[in-house]
């Protein structure tokens, strides 16, 4: 084992006594042999993204266009693309609606600038994990990648007792990690999906209005619609199997959990 392959262990290892009684543990060094390709027009903007993704350990590729993509896509395995809405000949959404009728397509974070409200709806109807604004911070970045990841990852899950988990019935939700079980098999949920399905699991039985989840859920987003959250709904009931009936709505009140 080499000395990266020993630091990488040894902080898995002081990771996952952190987290408590119940763990998630996390393939570290899988986490960080992970593919990124970024996909933006401008090259300042790649050159930025990528240096700093290869500083965390990530393997990096860059496209300057949807076409390119595409075919890098094909020809190299990849994990997760950062994807940039406003390009010219082929838009990022134009990019994601091709993947989306692919199987085992990668995770999808959009970049987007301030004012594209309607294309970030877009971006999640076309199953987008994530989406950041232009311009961004680099911290930002390489957390909103990390969590992705983490979500699209394969976890092994113990069964001991934590404070850090949310368990209805056979759907279990782990905080630490930001990641979700149904029958013990990982589900892929994007930030919103998960973040509001901790919220009706924490407050079953009364109606929230789409304003406020807005408020409740995610009072930072400046881009998150209330026709977001309709998207939201749907795409989350796809994923939680016989335990969509519990996500309910109620005509001109809301949403809630049926408990």
């Not at 009684?21 to 930025?48: A, G, H, Q, S, Y």
């Not at 209005?209 to 026709?227: K, Q, T």
Request: proline share 3%.
């Amino acid at each position: 084992m080499t000395n990266r392959q020993q630091n990488l262990s040894l902080i898995c290892n002081r990771f996952c006594r952190d987290i408590g009684t119940r763990f998630v543990v996390i393939r570290c060094m899988e986490l960080k042999n992970k593919t990124i390709l970024v996909v933006d027009d401008e090259p300042d903007i790649r050159e930025i993204l990528v240096f700093n993704l290869e500083q965390e350990g990530y393997r990096c590729l860059q496209a300057s266009c949807g076409q390119e993509a595409l075919c890098m896509a094909k020809d190299e395995h990849v994990d997760l693309v950062l994807l940039d809405i406003m390009m010219p000949n082929m838009s990022g959404l134009e990019v994601a609606e091709v993947w989306q009728k692919e199987e085992n397509s990668p995770a999808l974070i959009f970049l987007t600038a301030l004012g594209e409200e309607e294309d970030v709806l877009r971006g999640f109807e076309l199953g987008a994990d994530d989406y950041i604004h232009k311009p961004f911070s680099l911290k930002q970045v390489l957390a909103r990648v990390a969590a992705v990841i983490r979500r699209h990852s394969s976890v092994d899950v113990t069964t001991e007792p934590s404070g850090k988990s949310i368990v209805y019935e056979d759907l279990v939700l782990y905080d630490s990690m930001k990641t979700a079980t149904l029958f013990g098999n990982l589900i892929s949920l994007t930030r919103m999906e998960y973040e509001l399905l901790v919220f009706m699991l924490q407050h079953p039985g009364k109606i929230y209005s789409r304003a406020e989840i807005l408020r409740y859920v995610w009072p930072n987003d400046g881009l998150v619609l209330e026709r977001t959250v309709d998207v939201t709904v749907n795409m989350l009931r796809k994923k939680i199997g016989t335990y969509r009936e519990h996500l309910k709505a109620k005509t001109g009140y809301g949403y809630y959990w049926e408990k």
